[in-house]
């Protein structure tokens, strides 16, 4: 079955850096693409990045442009976002997501049909 596990998170201050990771396993990585989505406490999903199945194509809210970048590991099948310049509103649990039927659609990473469990991502001011 289709399993993503995410890691890299913990706790971090303002201007920091991270890199999350997300291992998938049980589908053709390669051909899929994939996205990160975040929502912390109270609050709604908020789509971050998402990424063509081959790297080619990525996109990013508004809040994180310039300070993530998504990436991808085909030959891993592994999914990274890697954060910069932290900041205390990126406090959320962030997730990676997959989804065999829609493309690499912003709007709609949150919504993906799997996702994992989530890693913690909490910047101190």
């Known amino acids: 079955q289709v399993q993503l596990a995410e890691s890299g998170g913990g706790l971090v201050q303002a201007g920091g850096s991270l890199r999350l990771s997300c291992t998938a396993s049980?589908?053709?990585?390669?051909?899929?693409?994939m996205g990160w989505f975040r929502q912390a406490a109270g609050k709604e999903r908020e789509g971050v990045s998402c990424?063509?199945?081959?790297?080619?194509?990525?996109y990013y809210t508004d809040s994180v442009k310039g300070r993530f970048t998504i990436s991808r590991d085909n030959t891993k099948n592994t999914l990274y976002l890697h954060m910069n310049s932290l900041k205390p509103e990126d406090t959320a649990m962030y997730y990676c997501?997959?989804?065999?039927?829609?493309?690499?659609?912003?709007?709609?990473?949150?919504?993906?049909?799997?996702r994992g469990q989530g890693t913690q991502v909490t910047v101190s001011s």
């Open positions: 049980g589908f053709s990585f390669g051909d899929t693409p």
């Open positions: 997501a997959a989804d065999f039927s829609m493309g690499c659609l912003l709007q709609r990473v949150k919504v993906y049909g799997y």
């Open positions: 990424i063509s199945w081959a790297g080619g194509t990525t």
